[in-house]
């Protein structure tokens, strides 16, 4: 309906042309406008004029998804994607899509350029990760949007005050079409023939329902009324002051992330995107301002969870001294976290102590010169249960390697009481 011209009053003939396939099947193709046979304006009553709806088809057309080249943007919509409808390709120069997917319970969003993909089924031309990029495109927002938030400010204004003053337009229409149906209405029950009383109830109850909408729409209209704001000097410079302190209004939680998109794309024309070895992000203001940002390429899954550097020198540290058990509760205690930001237990100690190949405490004591049970009951001839005892009693020094309480025992300076131990 939107796209007829009769909706904005003009009677046209030959806006569609069919066509049959050599398998006999019928097509009905879209006419450009130069080629329609007939376009009368103004030819009957319409709910816009002409002009208005030529805009309509316009804005229709730039954020039409199935026009795919031809659209400039599409609709702001939810989501995280600050960019949304916004990015170029820079290898190919088509628009490129948007895809999320949760990352640590958090949506975040990657644009891809999958034209060719799609179209032709070969590979995706690319595929950046958008949450660096969103973050530096949103920091030259906000160091540029300092010069321009009064014009920003007024235009958004400007826009909300065409806005309500269409919706005014519509209630009122509205309210007239009602209240044509009641006087309609009303003119049948009084032309009929107070003999013919079920014809009689029939108009009287059609002129009821007709002014029951005729309340409703008035009472609507009084209801826009009393609620809106008048958009006057006074409010402009309201938005002017609000707009200077942008960064508050930018970084407040209860700011719907459709209104940033809003106010990127007063601000922002298009963002063009090239991946190599780093990401380049070409962005072309409104303004006629035009910047060049250079990214590093985000890091990939493994690379994000890796454990800090600082936590694998402080557990090289602590193996001198204690063992994976030990160290975990150290690192919790110090408030210290894995690259997935869970706490430490005593086998993630041992996994990483593994991974990054750091000498085990075993190793350690040995370089050190302590020996096993083994080892030092063949250097004192005595059997290994009698290590233990000489241990247990205090007899011999020892530290332990793991949590199982195994200990490496120091070279005794002299042999002990063999009787003192066996007691």
Aim: with cysteine.
């Amino acid at each position: 309906m939107l796209h007829n011209p009769l909706y904005a009053g003009a009677f046209c003939y030959g806006r569609r042309k069919v066509e049959r396939s050599p398998d006999g099947r019928t097509h009905i193709r879209l006419l450009p406008r130069e080629q329609w046979d007939t376009l009368i304006q103004d030819r009957h009553e319409g709910y816009v004029t002409f002009a208005r709806w030529e805009t309509n088809q316009t804005v229709l057309a730039a954020q039409a998804a199935s026009r795919g080249l031809e659209r400039t943007a599409t609709a702001p919509r939810e989501g995280p994607a600050l960019l949304q409808g916004l990015v170029i390709c820079g290898r190919c120069g088509r628009r490129m899509t948007i895809a999320y997917h949760l990352r640590q319970g958090r949506e975040v969003s990657d644009y891809r350029c999958m034209t060719h993909a799609i179209q032709n089924g070969g590979k995706v031309c690319q595929r950046i990760p958008g949450p660096g990029i969103e973050q530096a495109v949103a920091t030259l927002l906000l160091e540029e949007l300092t010069p321009l938030a009064i014009e920003a400010a007024l235009k958004v204004t400007d826009r909300l005050a065409t806005q309500a003053a269409e919706a005014d337009r519509l209630r009122s229409t509205h309210l007239q079409r009602t209240q044509h149906r009641a006087d309609l209405a009303k003119r049948r029950y009084l032309a009929v023939d107070p003999d013919n009383r079920l014809v009689a109830d029939s108009l009287e109850e059609d002129w009821n329902a007709a002014l029951r909408e005729v309340a409703a729409a008035r009472k609507d209209v009084e209801r826009a009324c009393s609620e809106a704001e008048p958009v006057n000097e006074a409010l402009r410079e309201k938005l002017a002051h609000l707009a200077g302190d942008v960064h508050r209004l930018w970084h407040d939680p209860a700011t719907p992330m459709r209104e940033r998109k809003r106010i990127a794309r007063l601000l922002i024309t298009d963002v063009t995107l090239t991946k190599a070895e780093r990401i380049t992000a070409q962005v072309r203001l409104s303004a006629g301002r035009h910047h060049t940002l250079d990214l590093p390429l985000p890091l990939g899954g493994g690379k994000l969870w890796q454990t800090p550097k600082s936590v694998v020198a402080a557990i090289d540290t602590l193996l001198e001294d204690h063992t994976d058990a030990e160290i975990a509760d150290i690192l919790n205690q110090r408030g210290l976290t894995s690259g997935k930001g869970l706490p430490f237990h005593r086998l993630l100690v041992r996994d990483i102590r593994q991974d990054y190949q750091l000498t085990s405490r075993f190793d350690r004591l040995r370089d050190r010169g302590l020996l096993t049970a083994h080892e030092l009951a063949e250097l004192l001839d005595v059997s290994v249960p009698t290590i233990w005892k000489w241990h247990r009693a205090g007899l011999l020094e020892g530290e332990k390697y793991n949590d199982k309480n195994a200990c490496q025992q120091q070279r005794p300076r002299s042999e002990p009481d063999r009787r003192r131990g066996a007691v």
